[in-house]
Nanobody, 121 residues
Framework: VQLQASGGGLVQAGGSLRLSCAAS???????????MEWYRQAPGKQRELVAL???????NYADSVKGRFTISRDNAKKTGYLQMNSLRPEDTAVYYC?????????????WGQGTLVTVSS
């Protein structure tokens, strides 16, 4: 089971990007994404939690992104998303997804490889 993060890139301040985090099956079937989190790590800074969606669909956001970012998931596609609007230069970071996946026999925690978001002023 793997998570693949994508969608990063270079965008001007005020622009938007949508990050995707796709769960792919290898030896075990994925039934659903139970919960997902997005983190980011800027150069020289610690990794921080940006957004999460729990098993019940409740979302939570860091104060710095509230009102601008939206986390969601599509279990039919086994993919989670982070819609980022009104981007600021301080949003520049490598973004990572993490998910708890419900497999046929157990829960499994996985991390994506990270995708770089660069916001120019």
């Amino acid at each position: 089971v793997q998570l693949q993060a994508s969608g990063g890139g270079l965008v001007q301040a005020g622009g938007s990007l949508r990050l995707s985090c796709a769960a792919s099956e290898t030896s075990q079937r994925i039934i659903m994404i139970n919960s997902m989190e997005w983190y980011r790590q800027a150069p020289g800074k610690q990794r921080e939690l940006v957004a999460l969606i729990n098993s019940g669909g409740t979302t939570n956001y860091a104060d710095s992104v509230k009102g601008r970012f939206t986390i969601s998931r599509d279990n039919a596609k086994k993919t989670g998303y982070l819609q980022m609007n009104s981007l600021r230069p301080e949003d520049t970071a490598v973004y990572y997804c993490s998910a708890e996946l419900l497999l046929a026999s157990a829960y499994y925690n996985a991390w994506g490889q990270g995708t770089l978001v660069t916001v120019s002023s």
